[in-house]
């Protein structure tokens, strides 16, 4: 099995929209219920879900990628996988790709899963 986790999903929204909905603290935490504090630069921290996902920001280019190094605050200390958003415009909206590799093997399913039930739902619902 691939340790990556590989996803799509179409979105009405525009790349950019999509974009500052994931990056923006306040809209991260409407769409996720859940406490977020997002630093928008590159290099700068962020933690998600009240302090259960945890990371920094590895390259950001507005409105196409968003790549961090990405972690659950209960993994064991050092370990990190990374996340790789691109956002494609096309005809109605956004194609989301999303890669996330190096998560381990035991909390794959569960993380695969998450991504679907905490973001791409309610982003979608959000994006409304």
């Given amino acids: 099995m691939s340790d990556v986790i590989h996803q799509e999903i179409e979105l009405a929204a525009t790349p950019a929209r999509i974009y500052e909905a994931y990056m923006s603290a306040e809209q991260h935490s409407a769409f996720t219920d859940g406490p977020a504090e997002i630093n928008k630069e590159e290099g700068g921290a962020f933690s998600c879900h009240g302090g259960q996902i945890l990371g920094r920001n590895i390259e950001l280019v507005p409105g196409s990628r968003i790549v961090q190094a990405w972690r659950v605050a209960a993994w064991e200390p050092g370990l990190f996988s990374v996340v790789r958003f691109e956002l494609r415009a096309e005809k109605g909206g956004t194609r989301l790709v999303m890669d996330h590799s190096g998560v ?21 619902k959000f994006l409304g």
């Fill in 104 to 124: 381990p093997e035991a909390f794959r399913e569960h993380i695969a899963g998450g991504w679907h039930a905490r973001y791409w739902g309610p982003l979608a």
